[in-house]
């Protein structure tokens, strides 16, 4: 990829650092320049965060939105927006993030993070161009009905967090963002049931509840979404998550999402088998939904859909 045809835009940062955060920046690309990057249009350091996103995009034109969040706090994010016939992308950083990237000569941790949060979002780039070569006709015009609403979303965001986390493993290695990741899936285990079983008995008493569906699936793919971190990593880095956390390590063995997790870690493995070459249509995911289907039937919610494909569902 050819750098000087990069659009480079610093907001909120004096003109001295924004120099030194341009450099530090194609620097990166540099180290990086293994990656697919060909669709990347532009990149935007801003301290209006969400604002500046929500001008380049509607739900209508972002086709995928892949961010990194850190204690729930958006660092970075890459929209993929339609380009003529084609897509390009923007990866757009929040500026406090961004000048970490600053503090090379001291390689303190915050730089060593902000490194490999940079490299994951390159990864999802390098991943998007992947999927749009091999379906892009797909990606511009099918739609999801029924039950695919709700799965096939939520499969895409899966692969996406775990492929983008084990392509960028290698700068993982002296970061402490996978520990952070692992503690984090390990409160997700525990919090995240509590919060569906909650939700279930509140609707079995008030059947009116129609925003049932809505915050079980928030619930269940923020929880699978992080389990794909978790996987990306392990698999990236060649480690059990015993030797990354064992007290999360415990906690799952003995959890409800035992056995959902070892689906995920069969898929991931087998997509990663096949990717990209043998990735031909959006059919990829369709084990990853399955699965995904099973963990809704778990949690105590059943999809459905009618003849129309209209989604509707019952609580076990």
Known sequence: M?????????????????????????????????LDLRRLDSIIVTENFERDIESLTTTKNA???????????????????PNKNDFKMVLVMNATFAQNLLNHID???????????????????????NK???????????KYEGKNSILYPIAEVCW????ANYISSSSAEESMLPELVATSFEL???????????????????KTRTDLLHSMRDDIEAL????????????GMNKS???????????????????????????????????????????????????IEAFFNQMGIVLLENEKKELYFKVM
């Open 241 to 291: 998550l015993e030797e990354l956390s064992y007290d999360t390590d415990y906690v799952l063995e003995t959890s409800y999402f035992k056995d959902i997790w070892e689906v995920l870690n069969y898929e991931f493995n087998s997509m990663l088998d096949v990717y990209p070459n043998g990735w031909v249509n959006l059919n990829i995911y369709k084990n990853l939904a399955f699965a």
């Open 107 to 129: 390689n303190t941790m915050p730089y060593v993070d902000a490194v490999h949060v940079f490299h994951h979002e390159l990864g999802h780039i390098h991943d998007n161009n």
């Open 132 to 142: 749009i070569d091999k379906f892009k006709e797909q990606i511009q015009h099918s």
């Open 188 to 206: 997700d285990i525990r919090e995240r049931e509590h919060n569906i079983r909650t939700e279930v008995m509140a609707f079995k008493t008030n």
């Open 2 to 34: 050819l750098f000087n045809d990069l659009k480079l835009q610093i907001n909120g940062i004096d003109d001295h650092e924004s120099d030194t955060l341009v450099n530090a920046i194609i620097g990166l690309l540099e180290r990086f320049n293994t």
């Open 224 to 235: 699978l979404k992080t389990a794909s971190y978790v996987l990306g990593y392990l698999h």
């Open 63 to 81: 086709h995928f939105k892949n961010k990194y969040i850190n204690k729930k706090k958006t660092l970075a994010k890459v929209l993929t927006l």
């Open 160 to 163: 996406s967090e775990y492929i």
